[in-house]
T-cell receptor, first 115, second 113 residues
Framework: DQQVKQNSPSLSVQEGRISILNCDYTNSMFDYFLWYKKYPAEGPTFLISISSIKDKNEDGRFTVFLNKSAKHLSLHIVPSQPGDSAVYFC??????????????FGQGTTLQVKP | DAGITQSPRHKVTETGTPVTLRCHQTENHRYMYWYRQDPGHGLRLIHYSYGVKDTDKGEVSDGYSVSRSKTEDFLLTLESATSSQTSVYFCAIKGAVAVDEQYFGPGTRLTVT
């Protein structure tokens, strides 16, 4: 059972426009959410995160929105640049008593930004 | 960049042979993780460690074992490799308990023929 889902395998946008990547989760115990970016032949790199006590977190061109009632989060990239072309993974974790930091990842969305 | 290296970076092996992948960190971080990445599945946790000699299973641990005898090294062993273990393997590290962000190594591409 996929607890974190990215239902769009791919997304194509024009340079300068907004990219919106979506992620849904099913486990209400998740309380921290992260986005990672991955280029081919490299490891994922951390992009931005959000705690469940917030509904928005912004870092430069990247903003993550969290809708807890809908169990949905999204990553907005404005303006999109060709260098943003990569695979984007959302991930979730639940603190629990030990906080071992185990992350559950979505399947990934491949973003292509066209010049 | 987090000081994480993985070796080997690429390996081709035959079904039934043992394989060990190494993850080495220079950050002195407590937590280390092994994931595999497969098309349509994203990254899935195999095993993780929360200290020297302290390890636990992830969601896809069957067929894999791990060891951590030093803070800086986390080994992933496939006792008898199968074709279903063909994948890209990533190691990750995490520092403090209160921090959720993990930092990943460059990956090992393993092909089992």
């Amino acid at each position: 059972d996929q607890q974190v889902k990215q239902n769009s395998p791919s997304l194509s946008v024009q340079e300068g426009r907004i990219s919106i990547l979506n992620c849904d989760y099913t486990n209400s115990m998740f309380d921290y959410f992260l986005w990672y970016k991955k280029y081919p032949a490299e490891g994922p790199t951390f992009l931005i995160s959000i705690s469940s006590i917030k509904d928005k977190n912004e870092d430069g061109r990247f903003t993550v929105f969290l809708n807890k009632s809908a169990k949905h989060l999204s990553l907005h990239i404005v303006p999109s640049q060709p260098g943003d072309s990569a695979v984007y993974f959302c991930a979730a974790s639940g603190r629990g008593s030990s906080n071992t930091g185990k992350l559950i990842f979505g399947q990934g969305t491949t973003l292509q930004v066209k010049p | 960049d987090a000081g994480i290296t993985q070796s080997p970076r690429h390996k081709v092996t035959e079904t039934g042979t043992p394989v060990t992948l190494r993850c080495h960190q220079t950050e002195n971080h407590r937590y280390m993780y092994w994931y595999r990445q497969d098309p349509g599945h994203g990254l899935r946790l195999i095993h993780y460690s929360y200290g020297v000699k302290d390890t636990d299973k992830g969601e896809v641990s069957d067929g894999y074992s791990v060891s951590r005898s030093k803070t800086e090294d986390f080994l992933l062993t496939l006792e008898s490799a199968t074709s279903s273990q063909t994948s890209v393997y990533f190691c990750a590290i995490k520092g403090a308990v209160a921090v959720d962000e993990q930092y990943f190594g460059p990956g090992t591409r393993l092909t089992v023929t």
